[in-house]
Antibody
Framework: QVLLVESGGGVVQPGRSLRLSCAASGFTFNTYAMHWVRQAPGKGLEWLAVISYDGMNKYHADSVKGRFTISRDNSKNTLYLQMNSLRAEDTAVYYC????????????WGQGTLVTVSS | DIQMTQSPSSLSASVGDRVTITCRASQDITNYLNWYQQKPGKAPKLLIYNASDLETGVPSRFSEGGSGTEFTFTISSLQPEDIATYFCQQYADLPLTFGGGTKVDIK
């Protein structure tokens, strides 16, 4: 079955960096685009970034552009989110999600990993 | 960016009631709309895509209608297991955007 498992979250000081990972299994990872979405405590969902199946095309939300970078390693069936210059407002649960073929419908989600930015 | 406005933000209904949630887009998104259900402490789950197609395994009491800028999500007969927050999401254009969510609970 499709499984997405995020890791790498934790407590980090403002201004520092963190890299999240999303390990995929149960499907042919290198044929699916992937997304990152976050949810601040008690808030709604905020879409962050998408990467094409081959990693050649990426799009980031303006709120994280220049600070966050989505990437993938298809040889490892893993999606990444590099987060730099973290701010308190980046505190959230971060989810990875698989996109259906071919539309931007996120049909499977991981369980999420919590990132807390605090001094 | 396409803004998605969802209403109400919360509602309380009895088991068996018909529940309706509205999602409005700031511009025409044709039928490029999805609905997700999120239970407390869990990841969102896709319920409906393309504005009206039910994801495999989702009960038929869930449905959606609408196109363009106005969409209506309906639970025909509310069940205790439907207690959750529901989000609409457009995919007509990047950035993908979500509605603010509607929290549904039992009266």
């Amino acid at each position: 079955q499709v499984l997405l498992v995020e890791s790498g979250g934790g407590v980090v000081q403002p201004g520092r960096s963190l890299r999240l990972s999303c390990a995929a299994s149960g499907f042919t990872f290198n044929t699916y685009a992937m997304h990152w979405v976050r949810q601040a405590p008690g808030k709604g969902l905020e879409w962050l970034a998408v990467i094409s199946y081959d990693g050649m095309n990426k799009y980031h939300a303006d709120s994280v552009k220049g600070r966050f970078t989505i990437s993938r390693d298809n040889s490892k069936n893993t999606l990444y989110l590099q987060m730099n210059s973290l701010r308190a407002e980046d505190t959230a649960v971060y989810y990875c999600a698989r996109q259906t073929l071919p539309a931007a419908i996120m049909d499977y989600w991981g369980q999420g990993t919590l990132v807390t930015v605090s001094s | 960016d396409i803004q998605m406005t969802q209403s109400p933000s919360s509602l309380s209904a009895s088991v068996g009631d018909r529940v309706t949630i509205t999602c409005r887009a700031s511009q025409d998104i044709t039928n490029y709309l999805n609905w997700y259900q999120q239970k407390p402490g869990k990841a969102p789950k896709l319920l409906i895509y393309n504005a009206s197609d039910l994801e495999t395994g989702v009960p038929s009491r869930f449905s959606e209608g609408g196109s363009g800028t106005e969409f209506t999500f309906t639970i025909s007969s509310l069940q205790p297991e439907d207690i959750a927050t529901y989000f609409c999401q457009q995919y007509a254009d990047l950035p993908l955007t979500f509605g603010g969510g509607t929290k549904v609970d039992i009266k």
